[in-house]
């Protein structure tokens, strides 16, 4: 059956389309000559598990080619397209806006690119919903600075109405602890800006209760949870969502196997979990492998994808998303 897929958990920067990889790459001269393109994508996209540092690293190559507006519109509208053309109607894409600094770009000029790509997408493709979350960085790889995630606070508020739907706090969890940010959310709260929190993927369940108290809507990974009952139940009672990417948490060693992920246990358990590739391009994967992945490992039924995207729509931070419920709902009740 035909249903409308939602992605919450999707990094900009990681998932660029291949074709614009290649290019960007070959046009900033970071191809060594004679390497063909498989040769260079071999060398960039991850073929197994990397600590979590070490994916920052290869996340460094992917921002550095994202320095100037023109990419970053390109990008944006690029992999709207390609999403909402695999079938993904409801997407919530993120970016770092400090992390494309380096030729001068500011952070608000990198947010208004972003915008303009969204906006063409919008013009080609009319129901695709699709909102923006502006990513503040931990502070412990020196990917961010305070002043500057509180600068993304301010400009999530500001460009609120315009496509930017949200906050979100990515980087190494482990790095410094989340209480950190605390002034970040408080202003996010003041100012009317949703949240979402990295939290529970490499750290451990107290990330996620930090989180929960910190009043965060929905949690990136969140998967150690089900190191903590009381918690388990807390995110069932009080309705917060997971944003799982399966194998990205199995790449970056946050679970031992894929065998011995935990998104079956905390499904069972009542968690509402939302399915993601979170940073597709380095991990050469798409959204259709995880939604096999979890059919062929645990047994995920056509009924619960649907029910896990009607979930999703329902958490999601982006306006005009009726449609695409009726739709899933719909499907839901024919299953
Ligand atoms: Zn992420």
New binding site residues.
């Given amino acids: 059956m035909t249903y409308p897929k939602v992605e919450l958990?999707c990094?900009m920067d990681g998932a660029i389309p291949e074709r614009l990889f290649i290019r960007y790459c070959r046009e900033d001269g970071l191809v060594p000559e004679g390497m063909s393109d498989e040769e260079w994508m071999k060398q960039n996209v991850m073929s197994g598990t990397m600590s979590l540092s070490d994916c920052m690293g290869l996340f460094g190559v992917l921002t550095g080619i994202l320095q100037s507006k023109e990419r970053l519109e390109e990008l944006s509208f690029e992999l709207l397209k390609d999403m909402y053309e695999s079938g993904t109607k409801l997407v919530e894409l993120r970016f770092s806006p400090q992390s494309h600094l380096n030729e001068n770009l500011s952070m608000e000029e990198a947010v208004k690119a972003v915008l303009r790509g969204r906006k063409r997408a919008l013009e080609v493709y009319p129901d695709l919903v699709c909102g923006f979350l502006l990513c503040m960085m931990n502070l412990g790889l020196n990917l961010g600075t305070i002043e500057n995630n509180t600068r993304t606070v301010e400009l999530a508020a500001k460009y609120k109405d315009q496509g930017v739907v949200g906050i979100d706090l990515?980087g190494d969890e482990c790095a410094t602890p989340i209480e950190d940010y605390a002034v970040q959310f408080e202003l996010a709260r003041k100012l009317g800006v949703n949240y979402t929190i990295?939290a529970g993927e490499s750290g451990p369940a107290s990330n996620v209760k930090f989180a929960i108290d910190q009043g965060g809507h929905r949690i990136?990974h969140g998967i150690h949870s089900i190191e903590d009952d009381a918690l388990v139940n807390e995110l069932v009672n009080k309705g917060i969502l997971l944003e799982v990417s399966t194998t990205s948490n199995y790449f970056s060693r946050s679970v031992s196997s894929l065998e011995e992920h935990p998104i079956r246990k905390l499904w069972n358990r009542g968690v509402m979990i939302n399915i993601n590739t979170?940073d597709p391009a380095l991990m050469g994967i798409t959204l259709k492998h995880e939604y096999d992945l979890l059919e062929r490992l645990f047994g995920f039924t056509e009924k619960e994808f649907i029910l896990s995207n009607i979930y999703s729509a329902r958490t999601s931070f982006c306006e005009g998303k009726e449609k695409i419920i009726a739709e899933l709902m719909e499907a839901f009740h024919k299953c």
């Fill in positions: 958990h990094h990515a990295h990136g979170d």
